[in-house]
């Protein structure tokens, strides 16, 4: 199993600091996430329904009708590698790990690249798997550039897939209004910007043969009934959504300028998320998480990725326990 961001038990019991007293930095996830309403007791009891609302409210907001909702984009990560035959694929590294992992594992080639080598190996590879904007560089690929290398993989019946985990923040970046395409996979989350993890909620975006295909791989309800309602309800929130996209941003340049302050050199960012690659990174990791804050550490590169604290109370908190790595190291 690869590590991810967010075990905050895990880390409670290694730094021997209580649950509750922990303040989350470790994930991109957005911290003042969706406000979950009453669930109606019928959502428990019931089995879901296709027909229950959440397709149209997705197709609404990213503006395409060819989805298939999944559980979190994870599923689909995991379940397409087994849809192909053995192909050549090329994912992103540093990116979120999981592609690479579980094409591999399904006895694929992988062929490692960095957004410079692409375009050089595009002729080797049946399937090219780019993640936009990238986790965890924060790296966001025009739409041209991405259609053009589309364009190229096509033409021998290759494959690109985006994953759009991260897109919300970026709507006008996103190929899911151009899509569906053959040969273009697009995977979306609830995770992240709704800030709605653990309702395990993504978006398939593809044309009807793979929808389909993958659809029968996963088999009936692959959402809970509770997942569903909520989904359909975050998704119907334009006003949430306006509020958020306007106020993301500023908190994105309030961490890039508080890392930024404190020496820690931003190297990439998204409204969700600050990465510094340093060689420090280990040691600030460790005396952050002394201190109750958890960060994601990255071994290769050695990196750090910041999220963005919750409210102020937490902002006071990083920056007292910043201030005091900064001031014991001189
Ligand atoms: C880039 C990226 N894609 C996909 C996922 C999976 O998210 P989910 O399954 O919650 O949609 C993650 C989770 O961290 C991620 O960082």
């Known amino acids: 199993m690869l590590e991810h961001g967010g075990q905050l038990r895990h880390a409670a019991q290694h730094y021997n600091i209580p649950l509750d007293n922990w303040i989350d930095l470790s994930t991109g996830i957005n911290p003042n996430g969706w406000k979950i309403?009453?669930?109606?007791?019928?959502?428990?009891?019931?089995?879901?329904?296709?027909?229950?609302?959440?397709?149209?409210?997705?197709?609404?907001y990213y503006q395409c009708e060819n989805l298939l909702a999944v559980a979190g984009s994870q599923a689909a990560i995991q379940s397409l590698p087994l849809l192909y035959r053995r192909a050549k694929v090329g994912v992103l590294d540093p990116a979120y790990a999981e592609h690479q992992a579980c094409w591999q594992q399904a006895g694929h080639q992988i062929i490692r690249l960095t957004p410079e080598t692409i375009e050089k190996n595009l002729s080797h590879l049946n399937i090219l798997i780019i993640v936009n904007p990238n986790n965890p560089t924060g790296h966001l690929f025009s739409k041209q550039q991405l259609l053009d290398w589309h364009k190229v993989l096509l033409a021998r019946d290759g494959l690109l897939i985006i994953d759009e985990a991260f897109m919300d923040t970026t709507p006008a970046h996103s190929l899911s209004t151009l899509s569906p395409r053959k040969g273009l996979i697009i995977l979306r989350s609830i995770g992240k910007f709704f800030g709605l993890a653990g309702i395990r909620c993504g978006f398939v975006i593809a044309d009807t043969k793979v929808?389909?295909?993958?659809?029968?791989?996963?088999?009936?309800?692959?959402?809970?009934?509770?997942?569903?309602?909520?989904?359909?309800?975050?998704?119907?929130?334009?006003?949430?959504?306006?509020?958020?996209?306007?106020?993301?941003?500023?908190?994105?340049?309030?961490?890039?300028?508080?890392?930024?302050?404190?020496?820690?050199?931003?190297?990439?960012?998204?409204?969700?998320?600050?990465?510094?690659?340093t060689n420090k990174a280990e040691s600030v990791h460790q005396q952050l998480a002394s201190q109750g804050i958890l960060t994601r550490l990255f071994k290769q590169p050695e990196s750090l990725r910041f999220g963005l604290p919750k409210n102020e109370i937490e902002w006071q908190q990083l920056e007292d326990a910043l201030d005091k790595i900064y001031r014991l190291e001189i």
């Not at 959502?43 to 609404?60: F, K, T």
Request: some cysteine; charged content about 20%; overall charge negative.
């Open 37 to 60: 309403p009453e669930i109606p007791a019928t959502c428990w009891q019931r089995l879901p329904e296709n027909d229950d609302g959440l397709l149209q409210a997705a197709a609404q």
């Open 211 to 277: 929808l389909e295909t993958l659809e029968e791989k996963l088999g009936a309800w692959p959402l809970s009934h509770p997942s569903r309602y909520i989904a359909t309800k975050a998704l119907n929130d334009q006003h949430w959504q306006q509020q958020t996209l306007m106020t993301l941003p500023k908190q994105a340049l309030r961490l890039q300028t508080l890392l930024n302050k404190q020496g820690l050199q931003v190297s990439g960012s998204h409204e969700l998320f600050q990465w510094i690659k």
